[in-house]
């Protein structure tokens, strides 16, 4: 195995794995609650006295740039090999706890990147699944919302009054829940 650069413990490198390391680790560090207070570890092959050369050579041979950060695919999974990647802070800022992963035909992508492959706002788009109820494949259809003309003051307003909500009235006529809250004030 090849020997580590010098002067390798001043590198961005360096205190990416050092950052890691207390992050899951050090109780004391201000993020160690979403990380090691989660039960997130760093594996045995990044500790112990080859942990930074086995990680330095990891990463060198994954993509590692100092423009990149760290990312763990899986958000829940720990720091090993196989579930982490170099990403920029645009990937790194899609890949949180809080995300909205979805998988459309197979494919699973967050409700963001889902909106801009389909050239859809990112609020229409949760709208359509978690207040429509609409599932993934029918919610990135543009042709499938009844135009609004449809959609009368009157037919929201009777479904209104037999008790049925904002939610499963948008349902119901296959339009969105602001079109329904729209109609039911007119």
Request: hydrophobic share 30%.
């Amino acid at each position: 195995m090849m020997n580590l650069p010098k002067n390798y413990s001043h590198t961005k490198l360096y205190r990416a794995y050092h950052h890691m390391k207390d992050r899951c680790m050090l109780k004391t560090d201000k993020n160690y609650m979403q990380y090691g207070g989660r039960g997130i570890t760093v594996c045995d092959e990044w500790l112990g006295k080859d942990g930074f050369k086995n990680f330095y050579f990891w990463a060198i041979n994954n993509g590692y740039d100092d423009k990149l950060t760290l990312d763990r695919i899986d958000v829940n999974g720990n720091y090993e090999p196989d579930n982490c990647r170099w990403t920029d802070w645009f990937g790194q800022a899609r890949n949180r706890t809080n995300s909205n992963i979805i998988t459309i035909n197979g494919e699973t992508k967050t409700l963001t990147e889902w909106a801009e492959q389909y050239g859809i706002r990112q609020d229409t788009l949760w709208r359509r699944i978690y207040e429509m109820g609409m599932n993934p494949e029918a919610a990135v259809s543009v042709s499938h919302l009844k135009k609004r003309e449809d959609v009368t003051i009157r037919k929201c307003k009777d479904l209104y009054l037999s008790g049925m909500s904002k939610s499963e009235i948008a349902r119901k006529l296959n339009c969105s829940f602001t079109l329904v809250s729209k109609r039911l004030k007119d």
